[in-house]
């Protein structure tokens, strides 16, 4: 018996996703937020259609895009640490310890306070088989950054 109660069965086709187009997360500053994926992540802004409230796009890798939302009723991250298991998106980069150092050099940094913005998790040898990082961006997101391996680290300056 199907979900309408008769003898015949309901074929339905499948929808079969191609790939993620774009992930968009709120926020409170837009300049700020643009400042940070630009400077920090590296995304290119591109052109936005011109809706009713502010917000830019950003290109994340060949086809996928990174949408922020200047929303009157957002929900935020608000005093929480930053915790690779709570929500979060993921972008892969070619080279795991160069974008290591490129955090740093931005003031990241594994000792920071557990609820602080600058903090960074550092996970070369991740139970998930490949290499993460997690920060947060001005909003308190969760960003993973992934590669697809990790060589021994290089000694570190200083």
Do not use: C
Not at 33 to 44: A, D, H, K, Q, V
Not at 98 to 114: C, K, M, S, W
Not at 129 to 148: C, K, S, T, V
């Amino acid at each position: 018996m199907n979900r309408f109660g008769r003898g015949k069965l309901l074929v339905v086709p499948l929808m079969i996703i191609e790939s993620i187009h774009h992930v968009s997360l709120t926020v409170t500053d837009l300049e700020r937020s643009r400042r940070f994926y630009r400077e920090i992540l590296g995304l290119e802004e591109i052109a936005r259609p011109n809706f009713n409230f502010p917000g830019a796009w950003f290109q994340a890798g060949a086809a996928q895009q990174l949408h922020l939302i200047v929303h009157t009723n957002p929900t935020f991250r608000i005093g929480k640490p930053l915790d690779s298991r709570d929500s979060h998106f993921a972008v892969r980069v070619p080279d795991y310890w160069q974008a290591v150092e490129h955090l740093r050099t931005h003031g990241y940094r594994e000792d920071a306070p557990p609820d602080g913005l600058m903090r960074l998790i550092v996970n070369p040898r991740a139970t998930a088989g490949f290499p993460q990082m997690y920060i947060l961006d001005p909003d308190r997101h969760i960003i993973e950054i992934n590669a697809a391996e990790a060589p021994p680290a290089p000694p570190r300056a200083g």
